[in-house]
């Protein structure tokens, strides 16, 4: 087949040089965001008298057969056209004749295919955000039923202070939440139209560059137009922001790995979501979380790619630049792999409660407490922490507890000390009496699921 492209070319490529240079092996996924940009862009110049009108529509009408012909499997892509724009191009022509070879006018393939990624990673995001907003959900009924479910918190992951496992899901609620907010506020550069930039320098056709962007749904079109077809920083944000979303179901799914363990045993994932072993028959593995995990650095490398590819690129457009697209496709689709199998993992998970609570019964987590108390009886906290210390040395001299001493063995350390000292130092007292804003007291989080029981129904309308 003749190329469209090749009118300056006398000699034809070579056959791996077509394989090489050919992306359509990748990018035919865009291929209804190419034909739908390629009929905005056909209305368009009909309207502006740039072509017949009548040509426009005949245009517009093979369009959305050739889409058709594709959804319906009708349509084989010939990498010798080299991408999807081509190919589409080439159907178009081969159906209409010389009608069809009126679409290019006034446009460029670089501007033609930065439309196409940016409508592509809309939908993308957009897909992406209903994901996380069932994580978000299934946090939060997870921490519903959880609100006096005492657990360890950590630092250095040595025994704490007690916290709620409601607080501790919560805390993954801010971070996906976060996540969430980041796209919202990346879509609104994606959320730019470039066509109309053409090669690098726009053109003499009268376009009506807003008209396209009404129809095409964008917000705004963008202001130059070398920029409009040299520059991915939209994609390489969106790759940033689905690093993050990565790096928060990573870290999740570590201490899923942790706490499945027969070390802690805080939780049982769902035999549906973990497996078992070649060899040792009594192994239950925590495999999905663990692969999550693992894809985690994934998504980081086709941000560091993209990056590395771009950042020695001079204006305008270079076929460096095809380099774009495998590498935010992967990371799309990791991401939207990823999210329903965390989800549903969580949401079938067992959580041992019993377990959580003997854990944090371990490691003196209520010493602070028992500063604290001191400290509201007029010792000052450097002087409480000091007996408090005393006192966990003195228990694990005698293989004791705090809660396991008697008030005379307290007065030995402080005379201070008098029998309420006991309500102080009991669990479920230390993590209730923490009530300040954010704070894991049961009425906080109880506030803080209402709020984001508000906050969903927000999301969802």
Not at 71 to 84: H, L, N, P, R, Y
Not at 151 to 159: E, I, K, R, S, V
Not at 215 to 220: I, R
Request: contains cysteine; negative net charge.
């Amino acid at each position: 087949m003749k190329k469209l492209s090749n009118g300056r070319l006398k000699a034809e490529a070579d056959s791996f040089t077509d394989h090489f240079h050919s992306s359509i092996s990748f990018d035919s996924r865009m291929y209804k965001e190419d034909i739908t940009g390629s009929i905005a862009h056909a209305r368009m110049l009909g309207r502006q008298g740039i072509i017949p009108e009548k040509e426009s529509l005949i245009i517009i009408s093979a369009l959305e057969d050739i889409l058709k012909d594709i959804e319906s499997g009708k349509v084989t892509f010939d990498e010798k056209a080299e991408d999807i724009h081509m190919n589409v191009e080439t159907i178009l022509i081969d159906r209409i004749g010389s009608v069809g070879k009126k679409l290019h006018t006034g446009r460029s393939r670089n501007d033609q295919v930065a439309l196409d990624i940016r409508m592509y990673l809309k939908d993308q995001a957009a897909d992406i955000k209903g994901l996380l907003l069932k994580l978000l959900t299934t946090l939060n009924n997870i921490a519903r039923d959880n609100t006096e479910t005492i657990m360890p918190g950590f630092t250095h992951l040595q025994n704490a202070q007690p916290v709620t496992f409601a607080h501790h899901v919560l805390a993954y609620f801010e971070m996906f939440l976060r996540d969430d907010e980041r796209l919202s506020d990346c879509l609104k550069r994606v959320n730019v139209m470039p066509l109309g930039s053409c090669a690098l320098a726009a053109t003499t056709y009268r376009l009506d560059r807003d008209m396209v962007a009404r129809e095409l749904g964008f917000d705004s079109v963008t202001r130059n137009s070398l920029d409009g077809v040299s520059d991915r920083d939209f994609a390489c944000e969106l790759l940033f922001c689905l690093s993050l979303i990565m790096m928060h179901l990573s870290r999740f799914c570590e201490e899923l790995v942790l706490w499945s363990s027969q070390q802690f045993k805080f939780i049982e994932i769902s035999d549906a979501y973990a497996t078992g072993s070649s060899i040792m028959p009594q192994k239950k593995n925590p495999d999905m979380a663990e692969l999550i995990r693992g894809k985690t650095g994934r998504v980081y490398g086709e941000l560091i790619a993209l990056l590395t590819t771009l950042k020695g690129l001079p204006l305008a457009y270079n076929k460096d630049m095809q380099e774009d697209k495998e590498g935010v496709f992967d990371a799309v689709d990791t991401v939207k792999m990823c999210l329903p199998v965390f989800t549903n993992m969580i949401a079938t998970m067992t959580v041992n409660k019993e377990n959580m609570l003997a854990s944090a019964r371990l490691g003196f987590m209520n010493a602070t407490d028992c500063a604290d108390w001191l400290v509201r009886h007029g010792v000052p906290f450097r002087d409480a922490h000091g007996i408090s210390g005393q006192l966990v040395m003195y228990c694990i001299e005698k293989g004791k507890s705090l809660e396991e001493l008697t008030l005379e063995e307290f007065k030995a350390v402080s005379p201070v000390f008098v029998e309420s000292i006991y309500d102080d130092i009991d669990l479920k007292s230390c993590v209730n009496r923490r009530t300040v804003k954010g704070g894991p007291a049961k009425e906080c989080v109880d506030k803080v699921i209402e709020e984001n029981d508000r906050l969903l129904k927000e999301m969802m309308s």
